[in-house]
């Protein structure tokens, strides 16, 4: 009888009076997101996989559920994340629209939770902006990810800030194959020099042409990071030089509009890199394991729908920061 009670590992349910408050939280953003002339989507829980992996690649492919659709005999998959259902909707339905702004709020489902500890079902909220290829853009998707860890009463978040764009510049001139790439991307997460150095070794590589990358392991800390990597880095490189121009005007936008808010820079951040394109960021709170919010611009997207354009959001699990929340205990 006790096994029949149980729910699978990773699956949680809401009981009052927390389910009170989960809701209040939800009805606070969404009311939040509207005033900021945002639009809601409702996307559905099940999609044919392949419109719902579409640009997605192999992240989300391994984090989804899979069945056979008994009527159309299609592969069909529960959505592990939002936003790439956000991107469908906004390239299918507001294609003549030059800027689209979306929010959604959802459950999501997951093979594997991202990171231990984590939930397989999370309740998704973000928000997306289609259409625009401007730092101003990155900023807006930031402050909202501000104002909804405010909303939700979360105190002492520190953000982290990083740019895909310097590791592609710095691979890009190694020549690598799709599975050497993976191999360093790898290294990277890790920040493991040795492996790093034993990579160089088993590839017949002159470990100086991975000096580069050796270096962005260590170019994380305050915002002084970005001078030490122009001191080590090649910023005769114009993406390199682009991308570093960008996180540094994004780190001073922030620091003037919430000074408050401790920012870490994380040149060797690869969060999302295999569609991501340009500025990622994520925020943290002092001793919780994971991150509480990310984001990051993914330009492009839409493209397989015929409509492509960049694009930039966040988004968050609502059940995480209804924990992390004040008064989660009341």
Known sequence: MTRSWMLPEGVEEALPPAAWRLEELRRALLDHFRAQAYELVLPPLLENLDTLLTGTGSDLERQTFKLIDPVGGRLLGLRADMTPQAARIAARHFA?????????????????????????????????????????????????????????????????LGHVGVYRALAAKLGLDAEAETAVFDILQRKSQPDLHEFARAQGMDERALAGLAALMDLNGDVGVLKRARGVLDTA??????????????????????????????????????????LVFAAFVPGHGREVARGGRYDGVGREFGCARP????????????????GAGA
């Open 96 to 160: 003549g629209q030059p800027v689209v702004r979306l929010c959604y709020l959802g459950t999501v489902l997951r093979t594997a939770p991202d990171s231990i500890g984590g939930s397989r079902a999370p309740r998704q909220v973000g928000c997306e902006i289609f259409g625009e290829a401007g730092l101003s853009a990155d900023l807006e998707a930031l402050r909202l990810l501000l104002d909804t860890l405010r909303l939700a009463g979360v105190a002492n978040a520190h953000l982290d």
């Open 237 to 278: 490189d114009p993406a390199l030089e682009q991308a570093l121009a960008t996180v540094e005007q994004a780190a001073a936008e922030l620091q003037r509009a919430s000074p408050q808010v401790p920012l870490h820079i994380d040149l060797a951040e690869l969060r999302g890199y295999r569609y991501q394109t340009g």
């Open 311 to 326: 694009a930039t959001g966040f988004s968050a699990d609502l059940n995480e920061l209804l924990r992390l929340g004040r």
